[in-house]
């Protein structure tokens, strides 16, 4: 029995996905059973590195999805619209989805999975979050059994492109991602990159799978790389750490705690994108250039990383065709069409978000300030202040007639941090802050 697809899309990802399906020879003999029955496309005229025939192709998306002969729909075109309308459509008329599309999945994973599970059909996004890497499936099935305590990653490989460069050159941000953009890791509005929205989605998606809960996106905090500046990459490094953009979602323990709701934790969690001083004896340390990996801590697993490609053709289209055939393999033995439970998105609660004044972690801050003595005393008064306790706190030297400062802070409520800050800023010594890091 051949399996219809219908493909919508027919980009990179798009393309990688048709090449691996219509060259099957030495790969998992399920694949021979795939057929593309019928192409979504934008141009119908455009060059294109696999062949099809006038019939398959076509420029109506709508007239795929509601084909009553496809039996998966992969929905590769990106963006919320029409992609959202589209699987939407698709889910209605009982075809199961297959999707790379964090974006929808982060901002209407509830309506489409409440969709999914009303009609009996899956959704499966393996390729949203870390390219090629496997970390959507074992979040639901083999790690299943422990309790996450956090998942934690390099989620975003342009900006992990960026500060491996910034790092390994001692270049400016601005001089590395015109670079990037130069060479196609970067794109011409790096917004979603560079301002941390892209790992946002991610770890909305992974937190949900990690925590059984529904993650609302307006809640994690986030936070970019633009301020992350050459100084700090070189004072991270003397101070043995390496600067990541990392997204962390981590259950927060709270003394009073809210009531949880029906099938929910008492925990709540943080759940946050920002720079982050990582130490180099740290396994995220050592990941470097475009690619990815998530940590995942549980009990009674412990540790366990993955790690690979985040993105491109080869990576992305392995896990799209991963997920295609994990539905055919169950549409070839299932007898009933009722979904199978580990491959459902069926939990219906909201997570707790803790509010991030809430959230404990140590600083790193760069000051510039007037070059008169007692001004580190007046730092460290006012972070005494607010019962901030420090690690460290060094003049580094002199940057533009101003005395540069560095501190590191043991772990400390963020809210008091924040306040010993606003203090600090009034102080006649203290001219700018030029930087304030998170450290893990």
Known sequence: MAYKLGLLGLGTVGTGTAQIILDSLG????????????????????????????????TDLE??????????????????????????????????IVTANKAVISR???????????????????????????????????????????????????????????QTEGADFADVLADAQRLGYA??????DVDGLDAADKIAILASLAFAGRIKLEDIHCEGIRQVSAADIAYAEKLGFTIKLLAIAKRQSSTTPPAPPPGGAVDRLSIRVHPTLVPKTHPLASINGVYNAILVEGEPLGQVMFYGPGAGSGPTASAVVSDILTIAAILKTETEPIPHPLLSCTHQHYCAIAPMEELVTRFYTRFLTNDTPGVIGHLGTSFGNHGVSLESIVQIGMRDNQAEIVVVTHDVSEGNF???????????????????????
């Open 63 to 96: 007239s795929i999805v509601i084909d009553p002969d496809i039996d998966i729909v992969v929905e590769l075109i990106g963006g919320l619209e029409p992609a959202r309308s589209l699987i939407l459509t698709a889910i209605s008329h009982g075809k199961h």
């Open 27 to 58: 790969r998992h003999p399920l694949l021979q059973e795939l057929e593309i029955h019928r192409v979504g496309v934008r141009n119908l005229d455009k060059p294109r590195q696999v062949t099809f025939s006038a019939d398959q192709l076509t």
């Open 187 to 192: 794109e011409a509005d790096p917004t979603a």
């Open 418 to 440: 924040l306040n010993a800050l606003a203090e600090i800023r009034q102080l006649d010594a203290v001219m700018s802050i030029p930087s304030v890091l998170r450290v893990l």
């Open 108 to 166: 209407y994973g509830n309506e489409i999975f409440d969709a999914a599970n009303a009609k009996g059909v899956y959704v499966m996004l393996e390729a949203a979050v870390g390219g090629g890497i496997p970390v959507i499936q074992p979040l639901k099935e083999s790690l299943g059994v422990n309790r996450i305590q956090s998942v934690m990653g390099i989620i975003n490989g342009t900006t992990n492109y960026i500060l491996t460069r910034m």
